[in-house]
């Protein structure tokens, strides 16, 4: 099993207001074992090696997909706005969700959404 590092900001934690929600953390771990073991760099140095999600990314996707509703079952986040610079593999992060929702998602909610700014 892929182990991802919890990430705690500073201040208001939203991860300690569980209230209604359990952290299913294999849930989680197959999607980033998904990204480490099926997906590669498409370009630049790093081409053709596995994508290796940094610890901030690990905490990003596992709680992304391992918060479940305890009633449901159901994830508890649906939707993401990542915004972070230039150079974070925000493209391979991207096309790993959708590829996730593509193969692993529930059939019955098929939309991803992915847009950018522009200078």
Given at each position: ?119
């Amino acid at each position: 099993m892929t182990k991802w590092i919890d990430y705690k900001p500073g201040g208001y934690d939203p991860f300690l207001q569980s209230d209604g929600y359990y952290l299913d953390r294999a849930a989680g771990e197959k999607v980033i074992g998904f990204f480490e073991n099926c997906l590669s760099h498409v370009r630049g140095p790093m081409k053709g090696k596995p994508f290796k999600l940094d610890p901030w990314l690990k905490a990003v996707v596992g709680h992304l997909y391992g918060w479940k509703s305890d009633k449901t079952g159901l994830r508890r986040y649906q939707e993401l706005l990542l915004l972070v610079p230039r150079k974070n593999a925000k493209s391979l992060l991207g096309a790993g969700l959708a590829l996730t929702e593509l193969i692993m998602g529930d059939p019955n909610t098929p939309e991803i959404m992915i847009g950018s700014g522009d200078r």
